[in-house]
């Protein structure tokens, strides 16, 4: 089984700062890695995600993000932040080279960007 | 392009009633993911259903749940008989093949019910 757990629920931060949201995953066997953000009564949507290959992500909205096997990490980081990234941001795995598997999800940690 | 769609947005239901959710996919997508998301809590999978068929149902309580995806329509989540404890938001998420993992789920903006 695959578990997931978002180690801040609440990032409050100013603009232009730097951030990083932590998410650290528990699995017996590969996983895929993904981030999603979600905007307040919307659905979710994909940012990145880490399937092989170089371990460091580039996704979208200038978002990027670290696969540390080592570690079981894929900590999400934006060098400089706007009130726009205000958001819930849920990080999630999903069973590598298998045909139709379900997303596992965090808990999700809420990032709150102010002036 | 349109995305996926979901329908009721917001629901409100009276304990005891049933409640019918409607996920429509992206178009050329034959795959459905149901999840839940309680508050304060990450999203957890319900159901995958392909057209005509449930998949995997390994999420979705025992009794008073079901889902179905037609040949033709919508998928349709159907409780019956709610109890407050299934107000929630509902996401239904699409993919359009039966891949290894990688591709990307696409997620409807939700469907919250409300039991009072």
């Known amino acids: 089984a695959q578990s997931v757990t978002q180690l801040d629920s609440q990032v409050p931060v100013f603009e232009e700062a730097p951030v990083e949201l932590r998410c650290n995953y528990s699995?017996?066997?590969?996983?895929?890695l993904f981030w999603y953000v979600q905007y307040p009564n919307q659905g979710l949507q994909l940012l990145l995600k880490?399937?092989?290959?170089?371990?460091l992500v580039k996704g979208i909205n200038g978002f990027e993000a670290e696969f540390n096997k080592s570690q079981t990490s894929f900590h999400l980081r934006k060098p400089s932040v706007h009130i726009s990234d205000t958001a819930e941001y849920f990080c999630?795995?999903?069973?590598?080279?298998?045909?139709?598997?379900?997303?596992?999800f965090g808990k999700g940690t809420t990032l709150s960007v102010s002036s | 392009n349109a995305g996926v769609m979901q329908n009721p947005r917001h629901l409100v239901r009276r304990r005891g009633q049933e409640a019918r959710l409607r996920c429509s996919p992206m178009?050329?997508?034959?795959?459905v993911y149901w999840y839940r998301q309680l508050p304060e809590e990450g999203l957890k999978f319900m159901v995958y259903?392909?057209?005509?068929?449930?998949?995997?149902e390994s999420g979705m309580p025992k009794e008073r749940f079901s889902a179905e995806f037609p040949k033709e329509g919508p998928s349709i989540l159907r409780i019956q008989q709610v109890v407050r404890g299934d107000s929630a938001a509902y996401f239904c998420?699409?993919?359009?093949?039966?891949?290894?993992?990688?591709?990307?789920?696409?997620f409807g903006p939700g469907t919250r019910l409300t039991v009072t």
């Open positions: 998420a699409s993919s359009p093949v039966r891949d290894r993992g990688g591709t990307e789920q696409y």
């Open positions: 699995s017996s066997v590969s996983v895929y």
């Open positions: 880490y399937l092989s290959g170089s371990t």
């Open positions: 999630a795995v999903r069973r590598a080279n298998q045909a139709g598997t379900a997303l596992i």
């Open positions: 178009k050329g997508h034959s795959h």
């Open positions: 259903l392909q057209k005509e068929n449930i998949i995997d």
